[in-house]
C-alpha cells in the first residue's frame, strides 16, 4: 500500500514563501510521475503542477506559472512543491497524488492518479 504524506503547510503573509513536501513510502517511487492539486474553500480539486517520474519534465496551471517549481528527490522518495509570491486567492489544502502507470507520463487530470495524500493546508492572508 502507498502512503503519501504532506508537510510544510501554514499561514503565510502575502508575498511570502512555504515549500511543501511530500514523502511517499514504497520502492517504486521513481517509476512514476507525481502531481499537486488544491483545492479552496467551496471549490473543486484543481490541478497546480505534475513532474516526470525522472524529474526532467514539469507542467504547471496557468495560475501559479512562473511562481511555484515542483522538484523531486528520488532517492529520499521526497517531491515538493516550491511556492513564492503567494497570494490570497493560493488558499487551499493542498494535496500530491502518484501517477498511476510504472513509468507513465505525468497527468493534468486527477483521474491520472491513484494514490492521494490527506493534505496540507495552505492560508494565505495579512
Known amino acids: 500500500q502507498v502512503q503519501l504524506v504532506e508537510s510544510g503547510g501554514g499561514l503565510v503573509q502575502p508575498g511570502g514563501s512555504l515549500r511543501l513536501s511530500c514523502a511517499a513510502s514504497?520502492?517504486?517511487?521513481?517509476?512514476?510521475?507525481m502531481g499537486w492539486f488544491r483545492q479552496p474553500p467551496g471549490k473543486e480539486r484543481q490541478f497546480v503542477a505534475a513532474?516526470?517520474?525522472?524529474?526532467?519534465?514539469?507542467n504547471y496551471a496557468d495560475s501559479v506559472e512562473g511562481r511555484f517549481t515542483v522538484s523531486r528527490d528520488n532517492a529520499k522518495n521526497t517531491v515538493y512543491l516550491q511556492m513564492n509570491s503567494l497570494k490570497p486567492e493560493d488558499t487551499a489544502v493542498y494535496y500530491c497524488?502518484?501517477?498511476?502507470?510504472?513509468?507513465?507520463?505525468?497527468?493534468?487530470?486527477?483521474?491520472?492518479?491513484?494514490?492521494w495524500g490527506q493534505g496540507t493546508q495552505v492560508t494565505v492572508s495579512s
Open positions: 513532474i516526470s517520474y525522472s524529474g526532467g519534465n514539469t
Open positions: 514504497g520502492r517504486t517511487f521513481s517509476s512514476y510521475a
Open positions: 497524488a502518484r501517477g498511476t502507470y510504472l513509468g507513465g507520463p505525468y497527468s493534468t487530470g486527477r483521474g491520472g492518479y491513484a494514490y
